[in-house]
């Protein structure tokens, strides 16, 4: 039982490149997350996925998009990188989207050049 | 005003003492409340999560929660070196287009010192 798994770990872009961020989760979740961590800024939600078929925007959507491809896999992707969008990036899955706890991936850290 | 709004510290405490971290969040139709703590380089972990007023007690950790005054707190008992970290308070919302997605304070860095 891996929970949340992300990759890559780490990624370096340069400005305008494309790059797709994965992540599953064998927890037989429904609902899964994509935030994004800058200093000071906390745990930011980017878009998020209900239960599968599903996506919505979250508080920072611009510049991303996100396929909830099956139950366990949920990807974000950055079309066209832009240095704002250095970054750590956690993925996260919880059994329904309501009250129930999140549990987060190791993170994916981004820096765009 | 921010959403939920945390003392970003540092905060820091003898070992062995209480540590009291604070937190407070705007909307009102809040329901649900998480502590989470992440350790430098690492992801987020829940410590303890908290739906009604009062207290709840998981072995040294204590949430509290007053919903009249919009407050919840995390007091960690017998600090510890590896209690060093920062905490996250994690406030989820009632209803209208929040409804289910966590809104994160910015976390307050804790320090436990020998």
């Known amino acids: 039982n891996a929970g949340v798994t992300q990759t890559p770990k780490f990624q370096v872009l340069k400005t305008g490149q494309s790059m797709t961020l994965q992540c599953a989760q064998d927890?037989?979740?429904?609902?899964m997350y994509w935030y994004r961590q800058d200093p000071g800024m906390g745990l930011r939600l980017i878009y998020y996925?209900?239960?599968?078929?599903?996506?919505d925007k979250g508080e920072v959507p611009n510049g991303y998009n996100v396929s909830r491809l099956n139950k366990r896999e949920f990807s974000l992707r950055l079309e066209s990188a832009a240095p704002s969008q250095t970054s750590v990036y956690f993925c996260?899955?919880?059994?329904?989207?309501?009250?129930?706890?999140?549990?987060f991936g190791p993170g994916t850290r981004l820096t765009v050049l | 005003q921010k959403e939920v709004e945390q003392n970003s510290g540092p905060l820091s405490v003898p070992e062995g003492a209480i540590a009291s971290l604070n937190c407070t969040y705007s909307d009102r139709g809040s329901q649900s409340f998480f502590w989470y703590r992440q350790y430098s380089g690492k992801s987020p972990e829940l410590i303890m999560f908290i739906y009604s007023n009062g207290d709840k007690e998981d072995g040294r950790f204590t949430a509290q929660l007053n919903k009249a005054s919009q407050y919840v707190s995390l007091l960690i008992r017998d600090s510890q070196p590896s209690d060093s970290a920062t905490y996250l308070c994690?406030?989820?919302?009632?209803?209208?287009?929040?409804?289910?997605?966590?809104?994160f304070g910015q976390g307050t860095i804790l320090t436990v010192h020998p």
């Open positions: 996260a899955s919880s059994s329904r989207l309501s009250t129930d706890t999140q549990y």
């Open positions: 927890m037989n979740h429904n609902s």
């Open positions: 994690a406030v989820n919302a009632k209803g209208g287009t929040s409804y289910g997605k966590l809104t």
């Open positions: 996925s209900a239960s599968e078929g599903t996506t």
